[in-house]
């Protein structure tokens, strides 16, 4: 089939690849020419393993092309994807502009039938929205489909080219079809092609990532009482994952959720409530549950050297928010240091793809270390943010002859606190 896809970010970037690794003429537009010309020379702009692979290999084939032409994207498709950024305004609510902007650019440039196809992140309502802008300005027939995406960042290729579940909105049966046929070739392992209205596919993206939300909270929350209890945050996770009923996935506790989606999702679910006339009082409390978690390391830190924070020197382990990304939109380093530069501690950092964002967002204020071992040099206590594995196992006997002193702040709990006291490490967790 020919696609457009309109918008080269995150969502739209792998979408377009994955529809083009099947055989797919995809073309995929953006206005920002820079990024253009990267994805053209066969170069990825965002870190993604596999990405930049699949990239080369379908603009090699011919079957994956970009463009800042947006009207060359719409016109040259059958079906075409919104994939644009959808970013939280200050009151936490949607911002829609760049979808609206599409839409109109779809409306000017359309010259026979077409299928538009949501597939940012978007509130309950806006396909009737999209709708309607397309309607009010061309006389052409077309349909508009909900698609939202599941994706998860450094498993994104994998989540789209085998499913758990695809979500298609949609009433029209000619349209349902079409779909289902775009993506029969991801769900040969029977996983289900489920099919309702626009409105319940806008919710179940939002409603998913609330949930997925919530239990992180949750955690998080039965951590912080463990604290205060003397009880063992990970016994207590075996305890009740070991329930059918409830699960593993998503019971880490930790300093907090970031990234591109959690945050802004909870956020925008809770405003399209409140639009609504309704409360939602979970996620309302997981949202302030997760803002203070990002911060819950930092009265450790402060009580460990009784309040004398100025001029030491903390090294500190990942920076995005989770691992095999670079993004550290929300990320909980991000809070944290911010906290610590305040009381002029000296910081070196270390991630092993994300040091160019961090500074961009720091420059100057922080020292960058290419290697993890580099960070600790004469650092008084260490920092784990970011569970990245190849921070698992290091070398302890290193680390201690490397710091100049020997506190370890564990923000995802992935050493054994008996271990590292037996190395001779000042441990602190979540939650034990």
């Not at 080269?8 to 083009?20: N, S």
């Not at 997760?290 to 382990?317: C, D, Y």
């Amino acid at each position: 089939m020919n696609i457009g896809v309109v918008g080269a970010g995150y969502v739209g970037l792998v979408t377009g690849t994955c529809f083009a690794e099947m055989g797919n003429d995809v073309i995929c537009a953006d206005v920002d020419a820079k990024k253009i010309d990267m994805l053209k020379r066969g170069r990825s702009p965002i870190y993604e393993p596999g990405l930049k692979e699949l990239i080369q290999r379908n603009t090699h084939e011919n079957r994956l092309t970009f463009t800042t032409n947006v009207a060359e994207a719409i016109q040259g498709s059958l079906i075409v994807f919104i994939a644009v950024g959808t970013p939280s305004r200050e009151d936490g609510a949607c911002d829609l502009s760049h979808v609206f902007e599409v839409a109109r650019a779809i409306a000017d440039n359309l010259k026979e039938y077409k299928i538009v196809v949501i597939k940012s992140t978007v509130p309950v309502g806006t396909a009737d929205k999209v709708r309607e802008i397309i309607a009010d300005n061309a006389s052409v027939e077309f349909d508009v489909v909900s698609n939202p995406e599941f994706l998860k960042e450094g498993a994104a290729i994998d989540d789209f080219m085998r499913p758990d579940r695809v979500v298609i909105g949609a009433d029209d049966v000619r349209v349902i079809e079409i779909m289902k046929e775009l993506y029969r070739p991801f769900v040969r392992t029977s996983r289900p092609i489920i099919v309702m209205e626009n409105r319940s596919a806008e919710l179940t993206k939002y409603a998913a990532n609330a949930m997925l939300a919530a239990r992180i909270s949750f955690m998080n929350e039965i951590a912080n009482l463990c604290e205060h209890i003397g009880a063992n945050v990970n016994s207590v996770r075996e305890g009740i994952g070991s329930d059918q009923r409830i699960g593993f996935p998503f019971l880490f506790p930790g300093v907090g959720y970031g990234g591109s989606c959690f945050p802004k999702d909870v956020k925008a679910l809770v405003s399209t409530a409140k639009e609504s006339g309704y409360d939602m009082r979970i996620l309302e409390a997981v949202d302030d549950v997760n803002t203070r978690q990002k911060s819950i390391l930092v009265p450790k830190i402060r009580k460990h050297f009784k309040g004398k924070l100025k001029g030491k020197t903390i090294a500190m382990w990942g920076l995005s928010f989770k691992p095999r990304t670079d993004d550290m939109r929300e990320a909980p380093s991000i809070s944290i240091m911010n906290q610590l530069i305040s009381e002029s501690v000296k910081l070196q950092v270390h991630d092993p793809v994300a040091i160019k964002e961090a500074r961009r967002l720091f420059g100057r204020k922080i020292k960058y270390c290419e290697r993890p071992y580099d960070a600790l040099k004469g650092a008084h206590a260490m920092i784990l943010v970011t569970e990245w594995a190849e921070f698992r196992n290091p070398d302890f006997k290193r680390m201690k002859g490397l710091m100049a002193g020997n506190a370890i702040f564990d923000g995802r709990n992935i050493y054994n606190p008996k271990i590292m006291r037996e190395m001779g490490f000042t441990y602190y967790g979540i939650g034990q």
